[in-house]
């Protein structure tokens, strides 16, 4: 395999499985608890310490690699299309339908907070850009970013009114009430249908009549991700139009630009804990500046970790590791997919109803145990198979043709 695919497997593979780092946090507990290490579990240090370690390693990282990705995979497919004397645009936006068909019978009957919907619909709006110089991508990538960093501010808020309530109005995504978290868990540990109807309740229906703070603040929420996403997207196209995912440059740049992006991503993410743990994660504090400050700066470590690991694969490191995870990396959707149906299984009432049972730091051999076998079964069935069955799918009904996917 060329240096070239090498690499996008392998950024795919380790974004993959850096999802559950942070992903499997919603599935065992009330979802305050991903943003909020006060509201939920024990309050001793260990708590707090691997809260902070998360929310500095992983939060929004990963998911940023792979957004990035995302957008990348945009223009390869493209090219490869366009190779073959092939109808490009066509088959993207048959993609994106099949994508946005997937995604939301995910979220519809296994996982609320499903990622494909969004991506086939910001996907389908990113497309057009594909074609512009990578100047031009880079700089709608920027103002999308800065857009997205605005709205992280919560500018709808009145955030003097919430540092003054100091949490005691109940908002179940950041400060819920006793009974309400009962509740959540109560329904978690219920039957599928409990489960689902909960999570169903929870976004889409509307708290009241009148439109609440809580409902302001997920509509700002809505539009920093989708202008995130956007933005993320744009920067995977320019990052691959560049040669930077490609492995292309000279690695003096790319030890550089990690350098400097770990550098700038860590420290506006130490500066966010460091400012909601002084204002004892009040509320109006941080949704004001804290959330702004881990947002933007996980856009940087999002491209010092992709600079890692083209670092990595241009020293030839870890050769057989970096094989593994490339597969991995191959069967990003199917994995990822496979991610939600484990952990509805280990958290949920319809299987083990872990639920709200499980520590952060019983979470890590969860973690563990579901990358070994990830990194196995991803191997093992890509020795016999040519794509994942997810991929396998979403590319029989994109292009209207089954090919037989045994390995021959």
Not at 109 to 124: C, H, K, P, Q, R
Not at 269 to 283: C, E, K, Q, R
Request: charge should be neutral; aromatic fraction near 16%.
């Amino acid at each position: 395999m060329s240096n070239r695919y090498l690499t996008l497997d392998l950024l795919r593979g380790v974004a993959v499985l850096g999802l559950p780092t942070m992903n499997m946090l919603s599935f065992a507990m009330p979802v305050a608890a991903y943003l909020n290490p006060t509201v939920y579990g024990n309050h001793d240090f260990l708590n707090h310490f691997l809260f902070a370690f998360f929310n500095l390693f992983a939060d929004q990282k990963f998911m940023g690699l792979f957004t990035l990705l995302f957008g990348a995979g945009i223009v390869l497919l493209a090219e490869k299309r366009a190779e073959k004397d092939q109808k490009v645009g066509w088959g993207h936006y048959s993609r994106m339908f099949w994508l946005l068909v997937i995604g939301w019978l995910h979220s519809f009957f296994i996982w609320e907070n499903d990622v494909l919907t969004l991506y086939a619909m910001i996907g389908a709006l990113v497309y057009p850009i594909h074609k512009l110089s990578t100047k031009t991508v880079l700089s709608i990538s920027v103002v999308s970013l800065l857009i997205a960093a605005y709205f992280f501010q919560f500018p709808n808020l009145d955030h003097e009114q919430l540092e003054s309530e100091n949490n005691e109005t109940p908002f179940w995504i950041y400060s819920p009430s006793d009974e309400q978290i009962e509740q959540d868990i109560a329904e978690k540990r219920g039957s599928y249908s409990e489960v689902m109807q909960s999570a169903r309740r929870a976004y889409y229906e509307p708290l009241s009549d009148e439109v609440s703070d809580e409902e302001e603040l997920l509509a700002s929420f809505s539009y920093a991700l989708m202008a995130k996403t956007f933005g993320m997207m744009c920067l995977g196209i320019a990052l691959y139009k560049s040669g930077f995912l490609l492995a292309s440059w000279s690695r003096r740049r790319y030890q550089i630009i990690m350098k400097l992006a770990l550098a700038i991503g860590f420290s506006l993410s130490i500066f966010g804990l460091a400012w909601n743990y002084s204002h004892s994660w009040n509320i109006g504090a941080y949704f004001s500046v804290g959330i702004a400050a881990s947002s933007v700066g996980a856009i940087f470590t999002t491209l010092g970790y992709a600079a890692v690991v083209v670092l990595i694969v241009q020293k030839g490191l870890m050769q057989n590791m970096v094989e593994r995870l490339s597969k991995v990396g191959q069967m990003a959707m199917t994995n990822y997919l496979m991610q939600s149906v484990i952990c509805g299984f280990i958290f949920y009432g319809y299987g083990l109803g872990l639920f709200g049972s499980v520590s952060r730091l019983g979470l890590i051999p969860i973690i563990l145990s579901l990358w070994v076998f990830q990194i196995y079964f991803s191997n093992w069935w890509l020795k016999r198979f040519t794509q994942g069955p997810m991929e396998w799918l979403w590319r029989g009904l994109s292009y209207y043709s089954f090919r037989s996917m045994i390995r021959r």
